[in-house]
Each structure stands twice: as structure tokens, then as C-alpha cells.
């Protein structure tokens, strides 16, 4: 399973040209909104204004959250679970025997994948167009922050575009095996646990 994670990023956008350090700071207040947010209109509204910003900026976060999918998967993982975990009260809309969903708690999770993905889109935004050396020149020159954060910073956000290169590289050596090519939809699901696992080791090993 090889995917460019960079291809869909217009590195000549405004968006991409922005202060490194401003990109921070917008991508860090608005993850701080998104989880200062509760009900689901207020998390709506806060998506689609950060989906509209992008696109104005030039970053395309449709595309991006697209090859990203399986942090869809996972969000929609995870407002399922909150729905199913949630207070049952409201009037009932789906019922397993087991378990029930209701309408006060399918809102409560709807708002947890809202938000999930308001807060992971400015994350993408700011780690798919941030260079890690740009980053530690605007936090060392422009916001004048002490060394060692400045050094942190930048060697998290390097590891991780060398995770993401490690990830194509994982699956460009499965490729060349004859894995993974014409699976079925368990078949890709397996290739992609298999090939997450492999980069879970990676990442140990160099942490």
C-alpha cells in the first residue's frame, strides 16, 4: 500500500507559503476551539469554516482527507463508539438488543467525529506544508522561543515526514513482492494492519 501523502500539496499555494510559526499558531487555536466545542452544530459550523478557509488559502482538504482514509475510518470508529457508550436517553433509534442508540446520544457522537476532524485537518494542513528547518528558523528568529523547544519541535516534524517516507518505501518493497496488488477489500485490510505494524517498529526502533 504505497501512497505519495504529498502529492495533492500545491507548494507554490499561499497556504504553503505562510510563516511556519503562524501556520503553528492558527493550526494550534484551532484545535484548541475544536475541543472547546461540545454540541454538533457548533463543531459543524467550525468544520465548514475550516474547510472554506483552506480551499480560499489554496490547500485542498477534501484530497488530503481522502488519501488519509484511514483517519476517516478511525474518526467514524470513534463516533460510533461514543454513540453506543453514550447516556441513552431521547428517543431511541436504533436498537441491537444488546445495546441502543438514541437521538441525545448519536448527537453526542456525530459531535466527537465533527470535531475529531476539525481538529485533525489543520493538523494535516500544517504538517504536509511545513518545512521542519522554515519552522525552526521562524520559532528561533520571529517568536525568539528557547533553544531546546525550538531543536524538539523541529526534530518531531521531521520524524514525522520520515515516517511518512518510510511508509511509501514499506509499501513500494510489498509491491515489489507481488503483495498487496488485486486484493479484496479483508485482503487490503490485512496488507494495511501488516504494513502499520511494520512502521510501528520503525518508529520504536528510532525512538
Known amino acids: 500500500m504505497n501512497t505519495d501523502f504529498f502529492g495533492t500539496i500545491d507548494r507554490t499555494s499561499y497556504f504553503s507559503n505562510l510563516n ?31 474547510l472554506l478557509g483552506f480551499i480560499l488559502v489554496g490547500f485542498r482538504p477534501v484530497n488530503v482527507l481522502t488519501r488519509f482514509w484511514p483517519i476517516l475510518i478511525a474518526v467514524i470508529t470513534t463516533g460510533w463508539s461514543v454513540a453506543m457508550l ?37 493538523t494535516l494542513a500544517f504538517v504536509l506544508t511545513t518545512d521542519p528547518t522554515d519552522l525552526g528558523d521562524s520559532l528561533a528568529q520571529t517568536f525568539k522561543l528557547p533553544a531546546r523547544f525550538v531543536l524538539a519541535t523541529v526534530a518531531a516534524l521531521r520524524l514525522v515526514g520520515i515516517l511518512f517516507a518510510e511508509w511509501n518505501a514499506l509499501g513500494q518493497a510489498r509491491r515489489a513482492r507481488g503483495l498487496g496488488a488485486g486484493q479484496s477489500l479483508i485482503g487490503r485490510a490485512q496488507t494495511f494492519g501488516g504494513q502499520s505494524f511494520a512502521l510501528l517498529v520503525q518508529a520504536i526502533r528510532r525512538g
Do not use: Q
Request: no cysteine.
Open 20 to 50: 511556519a510559526g503562524v501556520k503553528l499558531i492558527v493550526s494550534f487555536t484551532l484545535i484548541i476551539a475544536a475541543l472547546i466545542v461540545r454540541d454538533p452544530l457548533t463543531s459543524g459550523i467550525l468544520f465548514a469554516l475550516e
Open 86 to 122: 453514550s447516556a441513552k436517553t431521547g428517543d431511541v433509534i436504533l436498537n441491537l438488543g444488546f445495546n441502543s442508540i438514541t437521538t441525545d446520544s448519536a448527537a453526542v457522537g456525530a459531535a466527537m467525529m465533527i470535531r475529531s476532524l476539525a481538529m485533525v485537518l489543520p
